[in-house]
């Protein structure tokens, strides 16, 4: 059984920045696709970033340039370094792992495992 586990959210003002962490455990191949969403209260879950088996990156147009995920394979972790933080950019985030070689659109239907979930709030 995989468990995904998030770290590193928190408070901070508008123009900081954080580093999530996403360890994943009970692993035995790679977990192919993994991406990173939010969800601010009442609004649905978005996407925010993805990374393929190749290390190919996607991102949501309103993180572009200041958002950037990262992994490493030896550790089973996903990173995602978060620079120049909005307010709009408050919300819980989650990790997910997808389960396939590609992303393929990244859609949150598509993704298998997922973490608890971590809080970034950002105020102005």
């Known amino acids: 059984q ?4 998030e770290s ?6 508008a123009g900081g920045s954080l580093r999530l ?6 692993v035995i191949y790679s ?7 939010r969800q601010a209260p009442g609004k649905e879950r978005e996407g925010v970033a993805t990374i393929d088996s190749d290390g190919r990156t996607t991102y949501a ?8 995920i990262s992994q ?3 550790k089973n972790t996903l990173y995602l ?8 950019d408050s919300a819980m985030y989650y990790c997910a792992a997808r389960m396939t070689y590609y992303c ?12 608890q979930g971590t809080q970034v709030t950002v105020s102005s």
Not at 8 to 13: I, K, L
Not at 21 to 26: I, K, L, P, R, V
Not at 104 to 115: H, I, P, R
């Open 61 to 68: 147009d309103s993180v572009k340039g200041r958002l950037a």
């Open 2 to 5: 995989v468990q995904l586990v």
């Open 8 to 13: 590193g959210g928190g408070s901070v003002q």
């Open 104 to 115: 393929s659109g990244g859609q949150v239907s598509t993704f298998k495992y997922w973490g």
């Open 21 to 26: 962490s996403c360890a994943a455990f009970g």
């Open 72 to 74: 490493d394979n030896a």
């Open 31 to 37: 977990l192919g696709c993994m991406g990173w969403f």
């Open 81 to 88: 370094q978060m620079n120049s933080l909005k307010p709009e």
